[in-house]
């Protein structure tokens, strides 16, 4: 290239913004503007006469004479006309993006190359400023369990947020979004309800609140309160709806939590008042009725008397007892122990030899003499005296052949026991309401609180696990499944 050429080249690509480097088939830069220098940091007297590669970071330098030497050989295009993403380096050493647009030029059938370079360093600053924020906001929803999502009424589209995605149980890879399915998420007696506000913000531009039941493909029941509004067109048709998703879930179960413990409270503060009251009144009269036998020197009937005061006391003295024995169990914060559980088995079984029938009672317990379980022992000691000694209580003594079998084990990271007896069992219209309070089904047969199931099944929970029914033909089976601790899981 003469010299009148490379000067003709410099006074046009001086103004330009983009960088513009002119090389020979070597490699060999002849022309550099302004732009380049600002680019790079280099001078043109640094440039002129240097390999183009000088501006290319070390990694890819050593090969880009091989290309253009290819290029010579065979005249087989690749990069030329074709704008491509590309890094630069600067003299300082600094890697940055560029975009490269590579063109042939001929003087006097000599082959010269043109590069435009394009800095991509706003862009793609941009882009992490956009990522960066983008990543806070995804994090910001996923602490909060808040999403977004915008439905586009022209082109029938709908986005969701990466949380939104979470609450519903699915992936961007697993599920497109669109309105009709995404309303197929909702509990059917909520479904009406969402579909007819989100008309109405189409349709007279209100904004709405409301909170339904969405099942996920988990099946699981989740609680969620959303907002929203629509966006218009200077004409006043609705182009977009906006709205956001809250999940409240663990808010709602606190509050349905919160409403059947005030129910419960209200009833054992019923039934407490009346079970107190009751013996103590029954004992009044019975006293002054036998006050007067006495009086009467019919000591016979006095003592008979005295006899019902004595068991309605013994009543009373139960209540109580498992009154304090159920406040303690709720109120009680117990470590973690590593107990034998054919040990604490076998002593409750001894502590309840006393119980009347006792003796008639087939005992079998299966389980490995190691089985050791990590918990509360004391809510886990009440869990088995109580099955136990409703075994025991509630024999059936017209079977022959009566017995209590105990059997525990593990499985996929679950400690299970068993509690079978064939005993009176339970009659079925009861099954629904076992576990309530104050609830007796042998009257005749045995005297109790009726708060035993009841404590079972709240130390089952504060344990972490449940207590389930299995009704039988005859006689009754408990089913108790609780996590084990990490260290136990296999």
């Not at 509050?255 to 059947?260: G, N, Q, S, V, Y």
């Not at 005030?262 to 004992?283: G, I, K, M, Q, W």
């Not at 117990?334 to 559980?341: P, R, T, Y």
Request: some cysteine; aromatic content about 8%; charged content about 25%.
């Amino acid at each position: 290239m003469s010299t009148a050429q490379i000067r003709f080249f410099r006074e046009i690509t001086a103004p330009l913004i983009e960088g513009v480097v002119i090389i020979d088939r070597r490699g060999s830069i002849l022309v550099s503007n302004q732009a380049v220098t600002d680019l790079f940091g280099y001078s043109e007297t640094d440039l002129v006469g240097k390999n183009v590669n000088i501006l290319m970071p070390a990694e890819y330098a050593p090969h880009h004479n091989s290309y253009i030497d290819r290029y010579n050989r065979t005249n087989e295009a690749r990069i030329l006309g074709v704008g491509r993403n590309a890094e630069g380096q600067h003299c300082d050493g600094s890697i940055f993006p560029v975009n490269l647009k590579v063109k042939k030029i001929e003087f006097e059938n000599t082959p010269y190359y043109m590069g435009v370079i394009h800095s991509l360093q706003r862009q793609q600053k941009a882009a992490d400023t956009l990522k960066f924020h983008t990543e806070l906001l995804e994090r910001a929803e996923a602490i909060a369990h808040l999403g977004h999502w915008r439905v586009d009424l022209v082109k029938n589209q709908l986005f969701w947020s990466k949380e939104i995605y979470r609450i519903h149980g699915v992936t961007p890879d697993t599920y497109t979004p669109d309105v009709e399915s995404a309303l197929d998420f909702y509990h059917p007696d909520d479904r009406k309800i969402v579909n007819g506000l989100l008309d109405q913000a189409i349709e007279s531009d209100e904004d709405f609140t409301f909170e339904a039941r969405i099942l996920n493909t988990s099946g699981q029941t989740v609680y969620v309160r959303s907002s929203g509004e629509s966006t218009r067109d200077k004409h006043g048709n609705a182009i977009s709806v906006f709205g956001v998703f809250l999940d409240i879930t663990k808010m709602k179960q606190t509050e349905l939590a919160l409403i059947k413990a005030n129910e419960e409270l209200e009833e054992f503060a019923y039934r407490t008042s009346h079970d107190l009251r009751s013996p103590l009144v029954s004992s009044a009269s019975l006293i002054a009725l036998s006050k007067k036998e006495i009086a009467n020197k019919n000591f016979e009937h006095a003592s008979q008397c005295l006899d019902l005061v004595e068991h309605s006391l013994t009543d009373l003295d139960t209540l109580v007892q498992d009154i304090l024995t159920l406040t303690q169990a709720q109120k009680q914060d117990e470590d973690l122990e590593s107990i034998n559980v054919g040990d604490m088995i076998s002593n409750a079984i001894q502590k309840m030899s006393h119980i009347e029938n006792f003796n008639r009672l087939d005992v079998q317990i299966e389980l490995n003499k190691d089985l050791v379980l990590k918990t509360q022992p004391n809510r886990f000691n009440l869990i088995i005296e109580n099955l136990i000694s409703n075994a025991i209580k509630y024999q059936n003594t017209q079977e022959e052949n009566s017995y209590l079998n105990i059997t525990a084990w593990t499985k996929n990271n679950f400690f299970i026991l068993e509690v079978t007896d064939n005993g009176l069992g339970v009659p079925e219209e009861y099954h629904s309401k076992l576990f309530e309070m104050f609830k007796r089904f042998h009257t005749r047969v045995a005297h109790g609180s009726g708060l035993g199931l009841y404590m079972v099944k709240k130390s089952a929970e504060l344990l972490g696990g449940e207590i389930g029914f299995l009704p039988r033909a005859k006689g009754s089976k408990f089913r108790l499944l609780l996590p084990l601790s990490s260290d136990e899981k296999v």
